[in-house]
């Protein structure tokens, strides 16, 4: 596995247990509540003592999370993890009582049992001691790393501890410049997915805090939930940029956008705007844009890093514990210092980002989406079942994918063959970006359906229905077999299908298949799979009259064989275009009744042999051939 391929599973890992944060926040921000007037005066101790008992095991979340992370999901990987903690509290309290346990060497008990579980989840040992082979053998391995590590941690410890005082004293001493940095590496490092990493430094390292009961918070957000007035510097100026600077951003498209697009535009981001204003998940704006205007990126990236400064230098200290969206503004308001200043710092900013995107987005053509050439950015939460087959098959199928796995606003998978990637199927599909890092790494930001689309996609490679996909058969628009201009097809006497009209004289075959049937005209052709299954591909509306040579030429002949994206027939765009009633070319499977389900990719433009515009569950046949 290489470098960046490794780092983001690590990324993706170290993310993994914060989704335990937010219960601790809500359970502190509840417990400020006047219980005792309800009767309920322990109430707020009780909310107060959970909220806290998530922070003193966030070791021991963080090393579940992370090894859990780091294994594809391995159980015993975590239960390895666990098992270290526990030898590691052990002889660190026995030898120092001193030391505590915090998450950072949570993190390293995770990701030695992670790695632990790659290395060793296939290992053979003599037979009569096989019982521990295989992954049996993580826990004991780990285990016996365990007693080793905290051995040498009873006299390191110590040392790590002040030297993360010191740390967190150094940074601090770089002022709002090292605010700064912070804040624009943090944008920068969004795009490739590797944030998390640097956010697991400040957030969970950098710095220490000591509570009145003697415990040592460590890492801006520990220290934050701890009452560290000095805390929330790496956290504080993340607000303006997700609660007030992408919202922003998405308006500017909007406004941007053709008149014919935007009320479909003005849906899709203002739900990615409402998305990152409450909960600061902000890839779906961000995406938008990275990839036709990575200058632009840039100067959001500069700008984050000043409202990060601004907010450093003027003493606002706030917290949050999943992300800096509204939500948890609300809830840790109680615990900031001088919070209620983001508000006019955020609305301020967001007038110069609506000013700014508007300006760039007009004055050097970006096609951001609602124009021209915009990126494909869809509304589709509902639809996730029905583009799950579709979205893997452009990603090259089950066979294609050596792992998967979602964090909150992506997929990340390892391919092995980044060639069969079809990008733009993907973003057809609802894909914000395609993100490759080499190695057969590629992450694949779908926003916050990340984790569903990877569960229906699961489904999807357990379930045995036989399933065949279709490619499109020409370049150009996909539209829905309704609006052919004419009754027979339209009406589905025919058969079911989709059809598309082309804009280059190409048909390619959509199937892998043998030609049965080429009309003597050329104008329709006729392919059967190795299922059954009958698929009549007819170029034009009323182009049967064309028996002039030169409208269609075919390349192939009855019985031969031909594969997706294969040439079939060229044809004479122009001509075709003036002799006949419309250049709709229908894709029909002519033997409806063995098709079970139908799913169809949004009605967009396509390219020729573009995967996954049609996917079509087969009805179940016994023995004999007979459905079931």
């Known amino acids: ?10 990324g993706r890992s170290v993310m993994l247990p914060m989704i335990a944060l937010p219960a601790a926040s809500i359970f502190l921000s509840l417990s400020t509540l006047p219980w005792d007037k309800l009767g309920l005066g322990d109430m707020a101790q009780y909310l107060a003592l959970a909220g806290h008992a998530i922070f003193a095991f966030l070791p021991y979340v ?7 992370g780091m294994s594809g999901n391995a159980g015993s990987a975590g239960l390895a993890a666990l098992a270290g903690m526990f030898i590691y509290v052990g002889i660190t309290q026995a030898g120092n009582p001193d030391i505590q346990p915090t998450v950072f060497i949570g993190a390293i008990i995770g990701l030695v049992s992670g790695l632990s ?4 989840k296939n290992i053979k040992l003599p037979e009569y001691i096989q019982f521990f082979g295989g992954p049996r053998f993580v826990p004991l391995f780990v285990s016996v790393f365990a007693v080793i590590f905290s051995a040498m941690m009873v006299g390191a410890a110590p040392h790590i501890q002040n030297g993360l005082f010191r740390l967190g004293e150094i940074v601090s001493s770089a002022g709002g410049f090292g605010v700064f940095l912070y804040g624009f ?11 998390h990493l640097l956010n697991h430094v400040f957030w969970f390292q950098v710095g220490g805090f000591m509570e009145p009961d003697g415990t ?10 701890a009452g560290d007035p000095t805390a929330g510097a790496y956290m504080a100026g993340l607000y303006p940029t997700m609660m007030f600077a992408l919202p922003a951003i998405a308006f500017a498209i909007i406004q941007e956008a053709r008149e014919d697009l935007k009320p479909k535009i003005r849906k899709t981001f203002l739900t990615a705007a409402l998305a990152s ?6 890839e779906p704006v961000e995406f938008a844009f990275l990839f036709v205007a990575p200058y632009l990126f840039v100067v959001h990236a500069l700008l984050s890093g000043v409202m990060m400064w601004v907010t450093y230098e003027l003493g606002i200290r706030h917290g949050f514990s999943f992300s800096a969206g509204a939500i948890d503004y609300i809830l840790n308001e109680h615990l900031a210092t001088r919070g209620l200043l983001i508000i006019p710092i955020g609305l301020v900013f967001g007038i110069i980002y609506y000013v700014l995107f508007r300006w760039a987005i007009r004055r050097f053509r970006i096609p951001t989406p609602g124009r021209e050439e915009g990126s494909q950015l869809d509304e589709w939460a509902g639809d996730i079942p029905y583009r799950a087959p579709l979205i893997l098959e452009a990603i090259g199928g089950k066979e294609n994918i050596v792992q998967m796995e979602a964090c909150i606003t992506r997929l990340r998978l390892k391919v092995a063959n980044e060639k069969l990637l079809d990008i733009n199927s993907l973003r057809n599909l609802g894909a914000a970006g395609v993100i490759r890092l080499g190695g057969g790494h590629v992450q694949v930001v779908f926003g916050t359906f990340s984790e569903l689309i990877r569960e229906e996609m699961n489904k999807v490679i357990r379930n045995d229905q036989t399933q065949l996909l279709f490619c499109s058969p020409v370049q150009g628009r996909m539209i829905p077999l309704e609006e052919v201009p004419d009754p027979i097809f339209a009406g589905k006497l025919v058969g079911q299908g989709v059809a598309f009209m082309p804009d280059k004289g190409e048909l390619v075959s959509p199937v892998k298949g043998n030609v049965v049937l080429i009309y003597p005209t050329m104008h329709a052709i006729g392919i059967r799979t190795e299922e059954g299954i009958d698929v009549l591909l007819h170029i034009g509306i009323d182009t049967s009259k064309l028996t002039d040579q030169g409208y269609f030429q075919a390349v192939v002949s009855e019985g031969e064989a031909v594969t997706p994206g294969q040439l079939l027939i060229r044809f004479d765009l122009n001509r075709i275009r003036k002799a006949s009633k419309s ?4 894709m029909i499977i002519t033997n409806s009744d063995l098709v079970k389900t139908w799913r169809f990719a949004p009605f967009k433009a396509v390219k020729k042999g573009q995967a996954s515009v049609m996917s079509v569950v087969l009805v179940e046949r016994d023995a004999g051939g007979e459905k079931r």
């Not at 963080?62 to 859990?68: D, E, H, M």
């Not at 579980?117 to 060793?120: A, G, I, V």
């Not at 250049?583 to 229908?586: C, G, K, N, R, V």
């Open 1 to 10: 596995m290489n470098v960046l391929g490794r780092m983001q599973q690590l």
């Open 216 to 225: 040592v918070a460590y890492g801006d957000l520990p220290r934050f939930f």
């Open 62 to 68: 963080f090393a579940l999370g992370v090894a859990v």
């Open 185 to 195: 590496i943090h944008r920068i490092l969004v795009v490739f997915g590797l944030h």
């Open 277 to 282: 204003f409450l909960t600061g998940v902000t």
């Open 117 to 120: 579980y790659e290395r060793f």
């Open 583 to 586: 250049l709709a070319t229908p």
